[in-house]
């Protein structure tokens, strides 16, 4: 007989808030999860480090001795618990707040008060995407040739623009067009998601972001179609120099 309690998924949630821990390891043990709680960031490293069955962590921005951002920050760095998926329940709504938990390295970040089915969907999404890592590694594929791979196709404007157009529902007018960038390779990396996410493992993000957009811009120049071009972007990018080379296009 296959023992279930064994295949359950080890959570740890990390919230100073009692009542909320309560309340949600009761929610989550009823869905089969196992989850231990922390109820600041020092407890939340401890734990994972003497226990390193952790499949996922929720946790929380506002901790009494540490800000979530900086306990995030800690775990990404370390070669032992990077792999780990973070989810980050906050509060906090600006998109700011988002943006820098994700570069980061958290995998979602869901404002509180969210729906419990929500965050389990999320939940069982994260973990679906957790295998695909080892280690903080893309599996089939050693460190080197991911790293080599995306070398390749920053080096070779190996990112093919697609377009999907923006329509406005009281006119059926043309608003403009939205710029997804796909990558032209047969790798893993051929996933979008996978490609950028290695990108920013790697410290190439931005560089793919400015090849995303040159390779767009070009594109759009051939068009006769009027109307936006919304192109996604980090804030960082416009930030930097090599910027200005894309309004030259």
Known sequence: MIDKVSNRKHILLVDDDKAITEMLTMLLETRGYHVQTAHSGKEAISRINSHNSTDLILLDLVLPDQEGFEVCRKLKENQNTRHIPIIVLSGKMLSEYKVECLYLGADDYLTKPFDYEELVARMEAVL???????????????????????????????????????????????????VLSRPKTTSLLSNPELLFKAALEYGVYQEMEMLSWKKALECVSGFSIKGKLFLNCSPYLIERPQFAFLTDL
């Open 128 to 178: 679906r995407r957790a295998p695909l890592y080892a280690g903080n590694k893309l599996v089939s594929q050693g460190e080197e040739s991911v790293v080599c791979e995306l070398r390749r196709i920053i080096h070779e404007e190996l990112i093919v623009p697609f377009f999907q157009p923006i329509i406005l529902l009281e006119s059926g007018e043309l608003l403009g067009l939205e």
